[in-house]
Nanobody, 129 residues
Framework: EVQLVESGGGLVQAGGSLRLSCAASGFSLDHFAVAWFRQAPGKEREGVSC????????YYADSVAGRFTISSDNAKNTVYLQLNSLKPEDTAVYYCAAAPARPPLRSEWVFASTEYDYWGQGTQVTVSS
């Protein structure tokens, strides 16, 4: 059974940092694309970052490029999202999602939520001003 469990969210002041974790079970990261999405109240879910550990390729939304970093520890089957220089507009529930895929990733679909078969329960990130 494929499962994704996020952790690491919390309340932080603007300019602060958090590290989110997505612990995967039931599949190998080598064969899946894993993405982070977020959804703020009243807004649509948006893609934040995506990676495929098979070739190390990564994608970032323009709104987080240079501030967020996605990485993985395949030995732990875990994907991380390091959030730096946080802004109040980063406040949202952050979800990780997985889709069976072969590298290389393609920009046409990496942030399309309908492409992902498996989702975690989400973790809340709140950034105060």
């Amino acid at each position: 059974e494929v499962q994704l469990v996020e952790s690491g969210g919390g309340l932080v002041q603007a300019g602060g940092s958090l590290r989110l974790s997505c612990a995967a079970s039931g599949f190998s990261l080598d064969h899946f694309a894993v993405a982070w999405f977020r959804q703020a109240p009243g807004k649509e879910r948006e893609g934040v970052s995506c990676m495929h550990s098979g070739d190390g390729s990564t994608y970032y939304a323009d709104s987080v490029a240079g501030r967020f970093t996605i990485s993985s520890d395949n030995a732990k089957n875990t994907v991380y999202l390091q959030l730096n220089s946080l802004k109040p507009e980063d406040t949202a529930v952050y979800y990780c999602a997985a889709a069976p895929a072969r590298p290389p990733l393609r920009s046409e679909w990496v942030f399309a939520s309908t492409e992902y078969d498996y989702w975690g329960q989400g973790t809340q990130v709140t950034v105060s001003s």
